[in-house]
């Protein structure tokens, strides 16, 4: 709206007016125009600052995708070094387990070499020692026949000096009655004197009971042996039937794991031994009703009767009931050699196994496999020993190797914690009461009695530390049986076993001294007076 004071002009106050109020408007159109000019300015910096900021934003957003782009390449890189080497340590891995896969099958073959070796090594060796042994035996017995002879020969000449003397003594005294009666005979009336007592009496030979020589021992001994040596042939012949019927091979590997199972879980519970005892028994069983393949049992006898056509029985029988026995005596040895008490529940089994009607042939028990093994593995109970001193001493009194063929002998301790073993398990099975029992003892208690006698009828001087610590675990822990069974005899022969044999023998050894201690122990601790 146009001011009404512009064209005021004939008015100078109006016209004053008009132009201070123009000078006020100027102002203020200046002041907003300075205002509007200042605003445009900031705005212009601030779009520059702005531009500016985006600029830099955009340089540190390109240089951190810059940094992006390389981390992600280097970590890329990284991966695929990383695969890399996992590629190469695989890959060496694998090499590594083929190598060492390898070393094992060459080192296997090897040994395998080495165990074939060493048993041509050993078997040449068991053939040089049994044809040695066969050769001294041979010789043994030529002389025992040499001395047989020569004492047949003595008995001969005395006996027929015995038979020259009483022809004199007869005809001396025909004579010296020939002469009586003539200078009796003018005296018709009287009585006949009586002959005298010293002429009419026959002379009195003192007859010695016989008793069981060294040859006879020897004999006996050689035929268990020869029982062993057939149960080891046996077992080959075994093995190579299960190669052709793979079901036998079956049968038997899952039966003899049975058997040693239950064998080692004997204790002395006997409640606890019932489940194993009856596994072995159906074991048994079941082997008894496989008659295929057959065996001559006659010839795992020592005493096969004779007479019998039919020698052949169930082959699979006899190889678990060699299991067996060979299972006892490793128990025997295992847990009986420290604690002698141990061996009673295993010998208790033992003896009702071979004991089963159901396992005889021809009525007869089989134990003598169970023996056969005892003449290996402890000799000294038989009778038979030698110089302990020598390997063949050694070896004859029931030593053995460190390892199979090495000829390195085990420790004393070793070898004596076995005859320990051995001993106290031939007595608990020797020593067993079946008077209130169906069942016939399998091996009766005239066995120990043999034993007993065999050991202490050592010449003094040769008794040895094995046969001090054999006869220890016969008797100990075992007096009242033998007590009970043998009475006054039984306690005589303890007498003499650990009173009069150690000190005969003279022996300083701590074997015989534990031996000659029993006495004072029963004495004082169960008032038991030999």
């Known amino acids: 709206m146009e001011s ?5 002009l004939d008015s100078p106050s109006r016209q004053l007016l008009w132009e ?9 159109e200046a002041f907003h125009a300075k205002l509007e000019k200042e605003s445009s300015e900031r705005e ?12 830099e934003h955009e340089l540190i957003r390109r240089s951190a995708e810059r940094e992006r782009e390389k981390l992600e390449l280097q970590i890329k890189a990284e991966k695929s070094r990383r695969e890399e080497e996992e590629r190469r340590e695989l890959h060496k891995e694998q090499q590594r387990q083929r190598e060492e896969k390898l070393e094992k099958e060459l080192a296997q073959r090897r040994r395998e070499i080495e165990r074939v ?15 040695a042994r066969a050769a001294e035996a041979e010789q043994r017995r030529l002389e025992r026949e040499k001395e047989d002879l020569e004492i047949a020969e003595k008995a001969a000449q005395k006996k027929a000096a015995d038979q020259k ?20 005979k003018p005296q018709a009336t009287t009585a006949p004197a009586p002959v005298p007592q010293a002429l009419t009496a026959p002379v009195a030979h003192r007859v010695t009971p016989i ?11 050689d035929r268990y042996l020869h029982i062993h040596k057939s149960l080891k042939e046996f077992r080959k012949f075994m093995s190579d039937q299960g190669k052709q019927n793979p079901t036998l091979k079956t049968q038997m590997g899952d039966m003899r794991r049975i058997i040693k199972k239950c064998v080692g879980q004997l204790t ?56 067996f026995a060979k299972a006892l005596i490793a128990q025997f040895i295992n847990e009986a050699s420290i604690v002698s008490t141990a061996a009673d529940p295993i010998g208790v089994v033992g003896s009702q196994i071979f004991a089963s009607s159901e396992f005889h042939w021809n009525s007869l028990s089989l134990v003598d496999i169970l023996i056969a093994k005892y003449h290996f593995v ?36 070793k070898h004596f914690e076995r005859m320990t073993g051995l001993g106290s398990g031939y007595a608990a099975i020797s020593l067993r009461n079946y008077d209130k029992s169906r069942l016939q003892n399998p091996y009766p208690v005239h066995n120990f009695w043999r034993a007993l006698a065999a050991i202490i009828n050592t010449p003094p001087k040769e008794a040895s530390s094995t046969h001090f610590t054999v006869l220890k675990a016969l008797v100990e822990n075992n007096e009242t049986r033998i007590l009970e069974f043998f009475g006054n005899a039984g306690r005589l022969a303890l007498k003499k076993a650990l009173i009069d044999f150690p000190r005969e023998s003279g022996s300083k050894s701590v074997s015989a001294k534990s031996v000659a201690m029993l006495p004072d122990i029963w004495r004082k601790d169960k008032k038991l007076f030999l």
């Open 268 to 323: 002395s519970g006997k409640e606890s031994n019932r489940q194993p005892r009856n596994q072995v028994m159906e074991v048994l069983k079941t082997a008894a009703k496989i008659t295929q393949p057959e065996v001559d049992v006659s010839m795992f006898l020592a005493n096969p009767p004779s007479g019998i056509s039919m020698t052949k029985g169930p082959a699979l029988l006899i190889y678990l009931l060699n299991i």
């Open 44 to 55: 212009s910096a601030h779009r520059e600052a702005l531009a500016a900021a985006a600029k």
């Open 211 to 221: 008793t069981q020589n060294d040859s006879v021992r020897q004999a006996e001994h």
């Open 165 to 184: 003397l009483k022809e004199h003594e007869s005809k001396a005294k025909a004579a010296a009655a020939a002469s009586l009666q003539a200078r009796l």
């Open 378 to 413: 402890c000799p000294i109970l038989f009778g038979i020993y030698g110089n302990e001193e020598t390997n063949q001493g050694r070896f004859r009194s029931g030593w053995i190797e460190e390892n199979k063929g090495s000829g390195h002998w085990i420790s004393e301790q």
């Open 4 to 8: 009404p004071y512009k064209k005021a």
């Open 117 to 131: 070796q060493a048993e041509e090594a050993a078997v040449r060796k068991a053939a040089k020692l049994e044809e």
């Open 20 to 28: 201070l109020g123009r000078l006020h408007v100027g102002d203020r």
